[in-house]
Nanobody
Framework: QMQLVESGGGLVQAGGSLRLSCTAS????????MAWLRQAPGKEREHVAH????????TYSRFVKGRFTISRDNAKNTVYLQMNSLKPEDTAVYYC?????????????WGQGTQVTVSS
């Protein structure tokens, strides 16, 4: 079992930056691919960014590419999401998730979510 705890959300003005953190306990974080997803009010949850176990392969949603950066520190069991040039449409609850081994896009463990609100 892996437990995930997000932090770093908050209220920021458009154009500002935030860094989200997600710290894992239990499980085998250093061999697990991780992702950030988000859900805005009235919308379906959507993928934001993904990082492989070693950190040398990342993918991004077209809506955030060039503005957001996913990274990880396996020594700290933590994955990060650096969000720059934030827009009001980035407002959502952001979740980190641990991907099931040998699958793509199936997540077994989720954090509780952290609210990001971007004001115009």
């Amino acid at each position: 079992q892996m437990q995930l705890v997000e932090s770093g959300g908050g209220l920021v003005q458009a154009g500002g930056s935030l860094r989200l953190s997600c710290t894992a306990s239990g499980g085998t974080f250093s061999t697990t691919a991780m992702a950030w997803l988000r859900q805005a009010p009235g919308k379906e949850r959507e993928h934001v960014a993904h990082i492989n176990w070693s950190g040398d392969s990342t993918t991004y949603s077209r809506f955030v590419k060039g503005r957001f950066t996913i990274s990880r520190d396996n020594a700290k069991n933590t994955v990060y999401l650096q969000m720059n040039s934030l827009k009001p449409e980035d407002t959502a609850v952001y979740y980190c998730a641990a991907e099931r081994p040998r699958t793509v896009g199936i997540y077994d463990y989720w954090g509780q979510g952290t609210q990001v609100t971007v004001s115009s």
